[in-house]
């Protein structure tokens, strides 16, 4: 349900439904960093930075393991300093999230059935492309992370001098790792233009993954 109300940015009733999420399993670390950008996408600046802030240093909750999603919680906070340092009190920021970075577009991924397993295809302006697994076989170790800690999500970043043009992701659903799992699965595409520059745009999208084995149309980017 949070992927599509992102998808049609009714932001608040999100935020609703991620403190509730938040509430039901607190054990799961996406359950925060959800929260932290449901209020940033509600214009909760300040309480979007100290709940980063909070899980980038443990605090949030010492008895969880956020390593999984790093990488994730770094780019955020130094993102939100970046557009709204001003406004924000950064006191508590670690001086290493006060540098901005940059990315021609940056790409993240929330799938909400961690039993699923997908292939994701990048295909580049040049028709070359690259693959990245959700698979016990080839992906087994993070998968495995993923269901201890609770989380569903990765990010992709694209940048350099050949990366303008159009950009195709294609997915294929391979099932779940559970047979008895039939829970539908669905998957967010959220794409970043201009990653921390004054023109940065978001779109976001939403697809539920039905057939297995076939490939399709995620997303199409226009990187210019």
């Known amino acids: 349900m949070m992927f599509i109300l992102d998808e049609q940015k009714n932001y608040q009733l999100a935020l609703d439904v991620a403190n509730r999420i938040l509430e039901l399993y ?6 925060y960093i959800d929260t932290a950008l449901e209020h940033k996408n509600s214009g909760n600046y300040q309480i979007a930075l100290n709940m980063l802030n909070n899980i980038a240093n443990g605090s949030i909750n010492p008895d969880l393991n956020f390593l999984g999603l790093k990488k994730t919680i770094g780019t955020e906070i130094r993102n939100l300093v970046h557009i709204k340092g001003g406004e924000l009190d950064l006191g508590n920021v670690d001086a ?7 990315y021609d577009a940056r790409v993240i991924f929330d799938w909400n059935n961690n039993d699923a397993e997908f292939e994701l295809k990048f295909v580049n302006p040049q028709k070359r492309f ?3 697994d ?7 170790q993070r998968i495995r992370d993923e269901l201890d800690n609770g989380y569903g999500k ?3 970043e694209i940048v350099g ?4 043009g159009e950009w195709l992701i294609n997915i294929t659903y391979l099932g779940n790792r559970n047979s008895n799992n ?3 699965t669905f998957i967010k595409c959220k794409v970043q233009y201009n990653f921390g520059n004054p023109n940065q745009k978001t779109e976001e999208h939403v697809l539920r993954l039905y057939e297995k084995g076939k490939e399709e149309l995620l997303i199409k980017l226009n990187i210019q």
């Open 182 to 184: 039939d829970a539908p």
């Open 26 to 31: 607190p054990g799961q670390i996406q359950s």
């Open 96 to 102: 290493k999230y006060l540098n901005n970075i940059t």
């Open 130 to 132: 690259f693959n990245w």
């Open 134 to 140: 959700h698979t016990d076989l080839n992906n087994s």
């Open 154 to 156: 990765e990010e992709f």
């Open 161 to 164: 001098a050949e990366v303008k």
